[in-house]
Structures are given as structure tokens and as C-alpha cells.
């Protein structure tokens, strides 16, 4: 048996640089050599508390230290780590622990009381442990070899249910190190970086991006539990913060703050930016500091990131996330699963050695969307004559129009090159001359005339993707924990569109 797992890593690094700083949170430092303590502590408390390797290990709470130690402890044990969504209520979390049955659930930052009402009604509740207990109260249980499988599970995580309901992404010890490796291929910065991690470990940016990877490739984690712009900016200049990843709003908003102009940020050498369209902007604001924006693109199930554009590409074509990666595959096709030809949109496929290994207890959607050893994405890209590729938007988030496909990616990525312009989301409303037609839901710095966010997209875009309905919010747009735009929130609150707003365009 290979004995290469992200286990295997993590205790090198730790032999070779013991007194290395390895976490730091608000609340604690850790060394490398302390923080190997911790995990062994919490692994022989998972242990005596029946946790078996292959049981899965639900964790529940804010980015912290007791979160990460709890997490490595279940690894450790070769138990499977389920990281839970702290904004969750008792009832979605109790069809999570039904689908899940993990034997144990570590709530951290005070989310017991939730996680035992959540385990009401279960057949088979599991048990609920205090995440502080696992590595403060030492006992006395044998732990299995520091040896495993590269095809045993690592980790089950939720989509972020933006097109449905959530599904579990099952990880392996060989898909993470396939995707660490390939990220070091192609940006050496990541080697021995340190890392801000600002993401909710509950998705794969902050539990694999943000915190596995550093240490499985020598670095140390940075933990910004509750997000602060300038708090960020502080941390990025005092830790000497070298490679940072979050979504568009993080950045416009550090971007936004007076003191961006004089804080150092030169520490940073590898920023990764998306989850919402980037504009040249942004990307040019970031650049008079010294730091390059690189819009990259993936998704849970491949863990989060499969291209890697370079500083120069997202500047030339900041509308493009990259060309693929050094050993993943990222291909257009068209419905029969034929490679679409350069300027033709089709589906995004991926196949490469960091793609996840399925769904959790659903053979018939893994076989679905991961047949043939490629990922089908659900995501809608073009390529241009260069091979670089542009996201137009995903499937499931496309306004249908008198026949025609309007992505609403497209459409939001041309409203918000209007500086006036802070956020903006398309969905479509009913029409009785189209069947459905997009609005777009604005919220400005100044005001604008709607007239204008109409022409400006009548000078970028085809006619029929032209808005119809302009809608200004006083209120920042609703997210989901991952930070992207709920576009479900936004379709829920706004069904009477079309007999409260005035229509642009003419009618029949």
C-alpha cells in the first residue's frame, strides 16, 4: 500500500521544521510542532468517543483554531471530516445529519445547542462533542499508524446549493494531492506560503484552499474569523501575508477603503480572485499596489480551482479565467460531448487529477456528472482563438428569451463596468412578449438613471440581452456563506417585477 497521503505531508513538514509557525488565530499561535500535539490529543478524544476510521466526523462552527484541530483530528484517525454550515438552521442541518449519519459532530464557537436540536428526530443522532475539550483534555487512547490508503476518503463537502439543493463532494487523499501538486507547478509561491484565510471552512475555499493546502505544501494559515476589510489589509501587511484567495466583493471592498493607497500589500505574491465577474477596474487598482488579481475558476467538485491565469492574461483579458491547468483538462462541449470550435459556447467540462471522486451515497448523479472521467460542470464558457477561456455563465442561471440563451453573467459583467455601479444580479421575470426577459437588481454609489444601465448594455451586448427592467436596492444584495450573490433569495423576493417597474423596450 502507498503510503502518500496529505497525513503523510503534514508530519514531514512538521519533522523537518518543528518550531515553524504553522495557525495563527485570534486566540492562538501554533507552531508546527504544537499544533501536531493538538491533533493528536483531539484524535485520541475522537477516538474514545467511538470514532472509527471511515465514520464520518461532522464539524460545525466559525472559522477558528478549534475548528481546524478538530478537523485534523478526525483525519488523523482516518475518520472522514463533514464540515457543516454554521449558517445552517436545526432543520437543515438535521436532513444533512440524515443524509451524512456522521457518528459524532465537534460544534465549536458555541453552535451545541444547534447541533443537538438538529439531531432531534434522527433515528440515530449522532453525539456532540465541545470542540475546546478536544484538545485542551488529554486521554488515554491508542492511536492507529501515522500510515493510509491515497484512496481512502478524506473529506464530504456541500455544494453551496446555488442551483439546488446541496450534494456532498467526496475528497480523496490522492484527488487533494493531485490538485496541490498541480497548484505548485503552476505558481511556486504557494510552496512554504503564508496563507490568509478569511473563507468558512464549511466550503472547499477555507477548509481546502485556505487551510489543507498551506500545510500540505510547507506554509502556515493566517485565520480572519469575521470579515473586516481593513482588518484583512492590516493582517496582510503585519503577517507578511503571501498568497490570499476570496471572492470579487473582498477585494472592491479592501480596494474601497482610504487607507488602501499607503498599506504595504507587497508581501502578496499569488492572489486568486472569482466567484463573481471582475472588472479591469478592480484589476487595475490592485495593480498600482504591486498585486496581481488572477481570476481562477472551478467549483467544489473540483476543487475550487482549475485554472491559473497569469498576472499578464488578466490584465489583457480580464474576462478570461485561463487557459486549463498544467495536467487538468478544461474543454467547451457541445451537447453530444463534442469539443466546440474557438468563439462557439458550449458546456465546461474538466478532467484532471484533482477532481473530486463522486457524490456521497448518489451512484446515479456521480455517474451523471463525473462519467467518462471528466467533470461536467454545469458551466457555460467559450474559447477564443488563444485557448483562453471565458465563463458566460452556468446553465441553470440563464434567461431564456423569446428562444434566445442570456447568461446572466454576461449581462451582470457589462452593468458593473459602470463605476456608479456596486453590485448586480440578472434573473429573469415573466414576459408575455418573450416568455421571460432579464431584470437586472442594482445598488449604486450615486445615482444613476436606468436609462443608462439600458444604453450601456445596448453598446456592449446583442439587443435581446438588453434588460428590460432596471430594479435599484438601497441594501446590499443577499449572499450565500460562500459569498456568492443568492440569486434563489433574489428570485424569491422579486416575483412581482413586471406589474411594479417600468418596462424598457417596446412591446409586440
Not at 442541518?93 to 434522527?122: C, M, N, Q, S
Request: glycine residues 10%.
Amino acid at each position: 500500500m502507498r503510503d502518500t497521503t496529505i497525513l503523510r505531508a503534514i508530519h514531514s513538514w512538521t519533522a523537518r521544521q518543528p518550531d515553524a509557525p504553522a495557525l495563527t488565530s485570534p486566540d492562538v499561535s501554533l507552531t508546527r510542532s504544537e499544533l501536531a500535539t493538538a491533533t493528536d490529543r483531539a484524535a485520541r478524544h475522537l477516538a474514545s468517543a467511538g470514532v472509527r476510521p471511515g465514520d464520518r466526523v461532522g464539524v460545525l462552527g466559525g472559522l477558528s483554531a478549534d475548528w481546524a484541530i478538530a478537523a485534523l483530528g478526525a483525519i488523523r484517525l482516518g475518520a472522514v471530516v463533514c464540515p457543516l454550515n454554521e449558517r445552517h438552521t436545526p432543520f437543515e442541518l438535521g436532513d444533512v445529519f440524515a443524509k451524512l449519519t456522521p457518528r459524532v459532530v465537534v460544534a465549536a464557537g458555541g453552535h451545541r445547542d444547534v447541533a443537538e436540536v438538529a439531531g432531534k428526530g434522527i433515528a440515530d443522532p449522532p453525539h456532540v462533542l465541545d470542540a475546546g475539550t478536544l484538545s485542551n483534555i488529554d486521554v488515554d487512547v491508542a492511536l492507529p499508524p501515522l500510515t493510509g490508503d491515497p484512496s481512502d476518503r478524506v473529506c464530504i463537502i456541500a455544494t453551496s446549493g446555488s442551483t439546488g439543493l446541496p450534494k456532498g463532494v467526496v475528497y480523496t487523499h490522492e484527488s487533494l494531492l493531485g490538485a496541490f501538486f498541480e497548484w505548485s507547478l503552476q505558481a511556486p509561491e504557494l510552496m512554504g506560503a503564508r496563507t490568509l484565510n478569511v473563507s468558512s471552512m464549511s466550503f472547499a475555499a477555507g477548509l481546502l484552499n485556505g487551510f489543507l493546502a498551506p500545510l500540505v505544501l510547507g506554509g502556515s494559515i493566517v485565520m480572519l474569523p469575521k470579515w473586516d476589510p481593513q482588518e484583512a489589509m492590516s493582517l496582510i501587511s503585519s503577517e507578511r501575508i503571501a498568497t490570499m484567495a476570496g471572492t470579487t466583493i473582498f477585494f472592491e471592498q479592501m480596494a474601497a477603503l482610504p487607507s488602501f493607497r499607503d498599506t504595504d500589500l507587497s508581501s502578496l505574491d499569488v492572489v486568486f480572485i472569482g466567484g463573481n465577474p471582475v472588472t479591469l477596474g478592480l484589476i487595475e487598482a490592485w495593480s498600482a499596489k504591486g498585486v496581481g488579481l488572477r481570476q481562477a475558476y472551478g467549483l467544489t467538485e473540483s476543487l475550487s480551482m482549475v485554472t491559473f491565469p497569469t498576472v499578464d492574461l488578466s490584465v489583457r483579458k480580464p474576462e478570461s479565467v485561463g487557459y486549463g491547468g498544467v495536467l487538468t483538462s478544461v474543454e467547451i462541449m457541445d451537447v453530444d460531448g463534442t469539443p466546440c470550435p474557438s468563439g462557439t459556447s458550449g458546456e465546461i467540462w474538466i478532467s484532471g487529477p484533482g477532481v473530486a471522486k463522486g457524490y456521497w451515497d448518489d451512484a446515479q448523479l456521480t455517474e451523471q456528472t463525473f462519467a467518462g472521467g471528466w467533470l461536467r460542470t454545469g458551466d457555460v464558457g467559450v474559447k477564443d482563438d488563444e485557448g483562453a477561456i471565458r465563463v458566460v455563465g452556468r446553465t441553470k442561471d440563464v434567461v431564456i428569451s423569446g428562444g434566445m440563451n442570456i447568461y446572466a453573467a454576461e449581462l451582470e459583467r457589462a452593468i458593473l463596468e459602470l463605476p456608479e455601479v456596486l453590485e448586480a444580479a440578472v434573473i429573469g421575470v415573466d414576459d408575455d412578449e418573450f416568455g421571460e426577459t432579464p431584470a437586472v437588481l442594482l445598488r449604486t454609489s450615486d445615482a444613476v438613471a436606468p436609462e443608462r444601465i439600458v444604453d450601456h448594455c445596448r453598446e456592449r451586448l446583442s439587443s435581446y440581452k438588453v434588460p428590460r427592467y432596471v430594479v435599484f436596492r438601497d441594501d446590499p444584495l443577499p449572499r450565500t456563506s460562500s459569498m456568492k450573490i443568492d440569486k434563489k433569495a433574489l428570485r424569491n423576493q422579486y416575483t412581482s417585477i413586471p406589474g411594479q417597474h417600468s418596462r424598457f423596450g417596446r412591446r409586440h
